[in-house]
């Protein structure tokens, strides 16, 4: 099984953020079940109350048509509410990299 820190550093900021996978989605498929370094499992107290912090610094966005978003994903939470909108009727552009901490890797190619 793959262990995965609950707090972990961030290779470009150096910050410490909290591994929101613990909060994964519930409205597209099951919840995943979590457990501590020790085996034990991650209680849904716990679980609850992180929501509950999670909440409080929620950002709503006011979606309109032909809106774009941009995030990084290491350091924002996103996709906690329910989607309403038909798989149809949306699209969804993911682009990925790695960052380099100490600016872009340049080649003389």
């Not at 099951?30 to 909440?55: G, H, M, W, Y």
């Not at 939470?77 to 901490?101: C, F, S, T």
Request: hydrophobic letters at 40%.
């Amino acid at each position: 099984m793959l262990q995965v820190p609950a707090i972990r550093e961030d290779n470009l900021s150096g910050q410490f953020a909290f591994a929101n996978t613990l909060l994964g989605p519930s409205f597209n498929y099951e919840k995943p079940k979590f457990t501590l370094a020790n085996s034990q499992s991650v209680d849904d107290e716990l679980i609850a109350k992180l929501t509950r912090i999670c909440e409080v610094h929620t950002q709503e966005i006011a979606w309109q048509n032909g809106d774009v978003v941009i995030l990084d994903n290491k350091r924002i939470m996103h996709g906690r509410r329910q989607i309403d909108v038909p798989l149809a009727e949306r699209k969804l552009y993911i682009a990925m990299g790695l960052g380099i901490k100490h600016g872009i890797n340049h080649s003389d190619d």
